[in-house]
């Protein structure tokens, strides 16, 4: 290449010989960035770390999280379980031969919806009463047969016996 196509390449020789320029980064700059390359890997493997340990400590399978259980018709929780919201479900059952407990510091409280999440029926239980707001309330024997029945028209006891417990007080007739 002929040398007037570079005119701002200096040609300055000197006694020793042609000057040769270093390309690169040296001294403290070359120091700084291995620091942050260093400090960068460190980082990284903190974070893999805490991620593999959060994962160990929340019991992450592929079938689930902790009691949680992902099956083919639908989530199996296994164990005692906290809900902090409300726990809306299609069904909820518990294990063949145990009991499904219910715990709550006031309320617990079951809606029956329909379509337009309107509430048809609402069992309360708290800690003074039970409370049942529907159309009509009945309590049946395992065999089916009506103990008692009431709605806004009438009150139905269908034992064949009714006992009273209390003391002894008559209501006149008016």
């Not at 929340?58 to 018709?73: A, V, Y």
């Not at 409370?131 to 395992?142: M, N, P």
């Amino acid at each position: 290449m002929p040398q007037e196509q570079y005119p701002h390449r200096s040609t300055m020789q000197t006694s020793e010989g042609p000057q040769v320029y270093k390309v690169g980064i040296y001294g403290w700059r070359k120091r700084c960035l291995y620091f942050f390359v260093l400090l960068l890997m460190i980082l990284i493997l903190v974070n893999l770390a805490m991620t593999i340990w959060i994962l160990k400590v929340m019991n992450f399978t592929i079938d689930g999280m902790g009691n949680l259980r992902i099956t083919e018709k639908g989530l199996k929780l296994e164990g005692d379980s906290e809900f902090l919201k409300p726990l809306y479900a299609k069904e909820i059952r518990s294990r063949p031969g145990n009991p499904l407990y219910f715990q709550s510091a006031r309320n617990v409280t079951v809606n029956i919806l329909n379509e337009k999440t309107k509430v048809l029926t609402r069992l309360v239980t708290g800690p003074q009463a039970v409370e049942a707001h529907s159309q009509k309330f009945e309590v049946k024997t395992l065999s089916g047969k009506l103990l008692f029945s009431a709605d806004d028209n009438e009150v139905v006891v269908g034992a064949e016996r009714l006992r009273v417990l209390g003391k002894r007080s008559f209501i006149k007739p008016q």
